[in-house]
């Protein structure tokens, strides 16, 4: 029987958790395959529209027939491929004729982000584009967003409330001499849902909103954003053109042009709530024309491409995990790999309960293994003091 059959959208469905983790190896290998075309004077605009095909190919491959009504399941990308590199932050999806290239020792960091039903799987890592090794800031900052996403995969339990991984966030940065981006939300995902009210702050500097304290529940899916500065955390809205948009649901007008309608229609009908890309049109002028008539209205969330001070730089990792009842499993993110022998850090994380917290495994089979060795050592020597 299906979740839409049994009402249930959560992980207690064994059909939801087949989706979120299909959504999520599709999410990954779009992401492997752009990093390893992240090389000096590739276009950025082109290595997106390559992980966004790749998504929209994959996951056309999956779930295609109808269910009792007739409806087939809707899929595709949930979070457009965008790739920005050194000072800015985000959203950097740029369109045919507005793009750049990569250069030779860029922090170069890719998001994406797929999903099966609405339920989504997103991702996002950091790489140093070309070969060269690294031991100045550009390496500090990896390697506190690095550290930090693992503290929080470690924090990100059952029973665990949100301004822990918070607080763990400043102390693993404070460590690296780096700061976590103000205003950057880690959200619980649900169907169709990238951005609901249960939320983790990176930091709460430069915040006048007090975010309410949540506790992780059973069940409950997380996208984890980390996102670190070299700088103060503070960043801006750039001037160049936001590409990267969502309908806002609860907003409805009827736009005056044809063109506008007509993207309206085609927004409505392909991305009804989850963001989507310009570069998905095929008409370029519609959607240009379209997306300024909608945005005057309110009928359109933007993610503008955001950035920090010239001569900083930003590092990020993103990754999806389900909170089941087994414990908490990460099912998306990729590890340091190839930056781990690129990436020379002379800073390293101090904070005592963060080493500790480090030091414990995410691995739930290698945890139940090690209990069970401990309790059968137990018996054996139990046994031997029997005897």
Avoid: W
């Avoid at 550290?147 to 940065?173: D, H, P, S, W, Y």
């Avoid at 981006?181 to 006048?208: C, F, N, P, R």
């Avoid at 909103?209 to 954003?225: G, M, Q, S």
């Amino acid at each position: 029987m299906s979740d839409t059959e049994e009402g249930i959208t959560d992980l207690s469905n064994p059909d939801v958790t087949t989706k979120y983790r299909l959504a999520a190896d599709i999410a990954q290998k779009a992401l492997q395959k752009v990093i390893e075309a992240c090389v000096e004077d590739a276009d950025i605009g082109e290595l997106c529209e390559m992980g966004d095909k790749l998504m929209e190919a994959e996951t056309g491959k999956l779930y295609n027939k109808k269910d009792k009504e007739g409806n087939k399941v809707s899929k595709g990308v949930a979070f457009p491929t965008c790739i920005t590199v050194n000072e800015l932050v985000g959203c950097y999806s740029p369109l045919k004729g507005e793009s750049t290239k990569l250069k030779a020792g860029d922090v170069a960091k890719i998001d994406c982000g797929c999903h099966l039903d609405g339920f989504v799987g997103a991702v996002g890592h950091t790489i140093i584009v070309g070969k060269e090794e690294v031991t100045d800031r550009r390496a500090d900052v990896i390697m506190a967003a690095y550290n930090a996403a693992e503290v929080a995969l470690r924090l990100l339990q059952v029973g665990n409330t949100n301004t822990m991984i918070t607080a763990a966030f400043t102390k693993v940065c404070d460590d690296f001499n780096c700061k976590m981006v103000q205003g950057e939300l880690s959200h619980e995902m649900k169907k169709h849902v990238i951005d609901s009210q249960k939320a983790i702050i990176g930091t709460t500097e430069g915040s006048d909103d007090k975010l309410e304290e949540i506790t992780f529940e059973l069940n409950e899916v997380y996208c984890l954003d980390v996102v670190v500065s070299t700088g103060d955390g503070k960043c801006k809205e750039t001037e160049l053109r936001s590409t990267v948009f969502q309908r806002a649901v609860e907003k409805s007008y009827i736009l005056k042009s044809q063109k506008a309608r007509q993207f309206l229609h085609e927004v409505s009908k392909n991305y009804p709530t989850l963001p989507f890309s310009l570069r998905a049109f095929e008409d370029e002028t519609m959607a240009r024309v379209g997306v300024v008539e909608a945005k005057r209205h309110g009928l359109l969330n933007e993610y503008p491409t955001t950035t920090a001070k010239a001569g900083e730089f930003i590092a990020k990792f993103r990754f999806t995990a389900l909170l089941l009842p087994g414990g908490t499993k990460k099912v998306t993110g990729l590890p340091l790999g190839d930056l781990e022998k690129q990436v020379k850090s002379s800073l390293s994380v101090k904070d005592e309960e963060m080493v500790k917290l480090l030091a414990t495994s995410t691995n739930r089979k290698k945890q139940k293994k090690k209990a069970k060795d401990a309790k059968d050592e137990a018996k054996d020597e139990e046994g031997a003091a029997k005897s």
